[in-house]
């Protein structure tokens, strides 16, 4: 029988579990802390603030980024993801993007698309969503202004080329969505040539929800989605335009914004390699019946996989191994449709499986065994 340490496989959705410490940091500040960030000049502001200041700072060394005050706090990825949008002058024009989008950019850019005649181009690919960077150059026009990057997709895990991307489309601006790879897998902003960065708080960073942002290299490309207050330039209506107070209207996530800070200084050290992996996924493939959605290429194989059956729908994949075994995944289209129909998946998508730092290489080789087991099955269909 598998045995598991960790029978959550679901960090694709939400990361679990958290590090004790962003529990306790989120209870000692709603306890002892409190207070509001660079609203007033007392000593609980400050240590609000400083510590708002210093999850920037752990957040762009992450990124691979030296402007930390370039990072917005939003309360998503998708609110960082619609502001980017939004906040560009894209008007009548085309954006080229990935096969492997989430909707957080695709539902953008298709209200983009009936606003402001917005189109988007899907750039070339191999069989398995790896974008192929030289063929960019025959796609890019007069009217192509944006170039959007899905670091790593959310069904098969492929982590695009991102500095060889930036090498063939030449001054075009650049939109990473670092949703599933931040804290997952290595990332260099600056030297990749990256102009914006949309990132959340609660998958790869092991933080809570309610978090994220992203981050501008030129913030006088954006204007800002909301408006309001933000406890500077106050005598004035007008938005500030520095950064990231241009982004920032309303109060913080500051509790939030505590155990995001917590993560960023707890990481655990990863429990499995990326050969553990790589043996499990080939295990899965060597299975009469099951097709396993991931990068054809272990160097460009993240921390998602999914996998699908000739008989099994992806439903019942799940609801077999939760009720023989408590694993819980996630079955459907992810929010990612036109990854499948990309991968030929579409409509009923696939079972995704998301390991964790947390889990160990016996949790993997479990893992391998718990589905040979429900697949050898016959007694159900």
Known sequence: MPRFSNTYFDNASTSWPKSPAVAYAMSDFLLKTGGTYGRAAYQRVYRTSAMIEECRNELADVMGVKESENIAFTQNATHAINTILSGLDLHDCEVLVSPLEHNAVMRTLNHLKETRNVVWKIVAAKEDGTIIPEKIPEMVNERTKLVIINHESNVNGVVQPVEKVRSFIGDLPLMIDSTQ???????????????????????????????????????????PLVYGGTGSRSESFEMPLFAPDKFEAGTHNTVGIAGLLAALKNRPECG????DLDVLIEKLQNIPGVRVLTATQPVNRGHVFSLVHERLTPSAIASRLYDRFEIEIRAGLHCAPMTHQYLGTFPHGSARFAPSLYHTRVDMVSLGNALKIIFDDNTHV
Do not use: C, M, Q
């Not at 499995?272 to 050969?275: A, I, L, P, R, V």
């Open 181 to 223: 790879s931040l804290g997952n897998v290595p990332f260099e902003g600056d030297k990749w040539g990256v102009d914006f960065i949309a990132f959340t708080g609660h998958k790869g960073l092991l933080g809570p929800t309610g978090t994220g942002g992203f981050y501008v290299r030129n913030t006088e490309l954006l204007t």
């Open 272 to 275: 499995w390699k990326s050969s």
